[in-house]
């Protein structure tokens, strides 16, 4: 049986899987570029999609390919409606239960750190032998306002807690839902969802968006919402690159409107390393890694090995995201 990693970004997770899998008979794990997935997804059992597209057109000539398995979350860029028409699983994993969750929640906190203390003027003043500047910021009596309340926010609110700033948080859903979140809704000292972000943006000092990228939330981050804004304000992204409006972003950076942006996930991926906004002083800027510790990359490859062993034996995913009618083929 193949198992293949479609597309050679996020090194890590092709490595750490093929050597959850290396003593596991009869099982092979291979990658290939974004370029040549035509060519090598109809020879595939199992098909690991990384920042790439597994479209229609993709997924009718994988007649072999019985399960597509996301290497995190986001399963925006598999067609599942064509999938579930060819019979091929889709499954992804959750983050709370890897270390990614609490990975993205400290990286976000290195963004808010970063912008506050104004990492890129840091840097030139050390190439410049000067001592004693810039002036930062101190995290501690800012508010912040954190945007989704998934996986991510629910690791971040604990961790912020100790610096003692002010939280806000808004999410689609009404609040107090779940019995089990009021501990971390309590730490909040303001709620909304999202419509009521209008009101909420102009009282933070810092926004972290951390919730999926849909229909509704795509380019939420625009001009209305900046002009909203409290001027000055640092906003942080660990999310989706889709979230911001970036031609809005573009225009508002060298006003005072936006501080600083720290942004981990960009507007497309590979990214243009001469774009005004990836060399410009407010923005700091990650290349995708804020789940990519050595805790998550390598509890998500035994997951996706073990989901694999699932396979060889005939049974679905342990997590399905569509509805397989037919009975699971043998996978040998």
């Known amino acids: ?28 794990v291979v990658r290939c570029a974004q370029s040549e997935i035509k060519t090598h997804l109809p020879e595939a059992d199992v098909a690991v999609p990384l920042m790439c597209k597994l479209d229609a057109q993709l997924l009718r000539t994988a007649k072999r ?20 028409e060819q019979a091929i699983w889709v499954s992804n994993i959750p983050s709370s239960a890897t270390g ?40 501690f009596g800012k508010s912040v306002l954190i945007v989704g309340f998934g996986n991510i926010a629910k690791e971040l609110i ?22 089990s979140d009021s501990h971390l809704e309590a730490e909040l000292q303001q709620r909304g969802v999202f419509q009521d972000l209008p009101s909420l943006v102009g009282q933070a000092d810092l926004i972290v968006l951390t919730c999926s990228l849909t229909d509704a939330t795509r380019g939420m981050v625009d001009r209305p919402f900046l002009k909203a804004c409290k001027p000055g304000v640092r906003i942080i992204n660990v999310a989706r690159g889709g979230l911001l409006d970036y031609d809005a972003v573009n225009d508002m950076l060298d006003t005072d409107a936006i501080g600083a942006l720290g942004v981990d996930v960009q507007w497309q991926e590979p990214w243009d390393p001469q774009h005004y906004i990836t060399n410009h002083p407010k923005v700091i800027m990650t290349p995708h890694v804020a789940g990519v510790t050595e805790l998550s990359y390598r509890t998500m490859a035994q997951v996706v090995a073990n989901e694999v062993r699932r396979h060889v034996q005939g049974l679905p995913p342990t997590i399905q995201l569509n509805s397989i009618r037919q009975s699971m083929p043998d996978a040998l």
């Not at 990693?5 to 093929?18: A, H, V």
């Not at 925006?76 to 579930?84: K, N, R, S, V």
């Open 158 to 179: 604990p961790r912020l807690k100790p610096f003692h700033v002010n939280l806000m948080g808004v999410r689609r859903s009404p609040w107090g839902a779940n019995p």
């Open 65 to 84: 390919l019985k399960m597509i398995i996301q290497y995190g979350v986001g399963v925006e860029g598999i067609d599942i409606p064509e999938a579930t």
């Open 100 to 139: 990614n969750a609490l990975s993205c929640a400290e990286h976000a906190i290195y963004l808010m750190m970063a912008t506050l203390r104004q990492q890129n003027a840091m840097r030139e003043s050390i190439q410049q032998g000067r001592v004693g500047v810039p002036v930062g910021e101190t995290l």
């Open 1 to 28: 049986m193949q198992v293949l990693f479609c597309g050679e970004e996020l090194p890590f997770s092709y490595k750490y899987t093929s050597e959850a899998l290396q003593n596991d008979h009869g099982i092979k």
